[in-house]
């Protein structure tokens, strides 16, 4: 009798809400143990007072069932008494929290002041609802993405939600990066990966974070498994937020063979969607349907990602 081919242990680089449609997909394929999700933390801030993390806060409603379906962040079944109260009170009302969401920023806010640390926090998250897979912060300092624009310079949040991406973009930094370490975890879990993803979330703002820790670049340069990532771009455009935007604001084209020239020093390969014209995007690659509107859409999306790492084996990066 044959058995089937163990699954491989596999890292996967994540942020929003792209990102974790994908994880999901993984999850449905992988046993918990071999499924490690590293998350970008460039969104996180203090606000109210409560230190919120936002793809975090994402991939644990994702993975343990309570996000909204319709939106993708934020919990299902959501109740807004809260923020009714604070606009009474005249409070900021741009950055809405509900009344199941606010928990998390409370306790994690707690936790932090009572001295744990954001992966020991977000594993206790994780624990409570039963998720399996290791959910890993890029780092336990603190990271800021900023955007330098039209409107001056912003920080994510108030680019992203705030302004609803509306300034026109022209240049991003990590502040805090270069000074940054991985979180606990990050460089040994790249290290043992068998399969390494790069999932379809923005490439600037939600892997660039991830890839601006010193630390993180130089692992994924030494890994010795092969390093795919899934590409945002789908017929010519961003499936959802800012980044055909803001490729074109940095003057960058909107196509697959930008998205491999961003990732050059890592990928081994870029999976691309099939509605996307056949141009070579200048590395190895495979084509499939990268839309993930159903949970069987994300599984879909999984497999493809970890059939076209397993065809490149251990091949050393171009």
Known sequence: MTMPPAAPRTVVLTGGVGGAKLVLGLAQLLPPEKLTAIVNTGDDFI?????????????????????????????????????????????????????????????????????RTLSQITADFARAWNIGPAILPMTGARVATMLATDAGELDFQHYFVARRCAPVVRAIRFAGAAEASPGPGVRAAIAQAEAIII?????????GPILAIPGIAAA?????????????????????????????ELGVPVSNAAIA?????????????????????????????????TLEDRVRVARAALALAASLGKSPRP
């Open 199 to 207: 999932a379809p979330s923005n490439p600037y703002l939600s892997i």
């Open 47 to 115: 606000h109210l007072g409560l230190a919120i993390s936002p793809d975090i806060d994402t991939l644990l409603y994702t993975l343990a069932g309570k996000a909204n379906a319709a939106q993708g962040w934020g919990r299902e079944g959501e109740s807004w008494s809260f923020m009714s109260a604070l606009r009474g009170l005249g409070g900021p009302d741009w950055f809405q929290l509900g009344d199941g969401d606010l928990a998390l920023h409370v306790l994690r806010t707690a936790a932090l002041a009572a001295g």
């Open 220 to 248: 994924l340069a030494a890994a010795r498994a092969p390093i795919v990532a899934v590409s945002p771009i789908v017929g010519g455009q961003a499936v959802k937020g800012p980044t055909a935007k803001l490729m074109a």
């Open 261 to 293: 020239a961003q990732y050059r020093p890592f990928i081994s390969a870029l999976l691309c969607d099939t509605r996307d014209p056949p141009a070579d995007p200048g590395i190895a690659h495979a084509a499939a349907d990268t839309l993930m509107h």
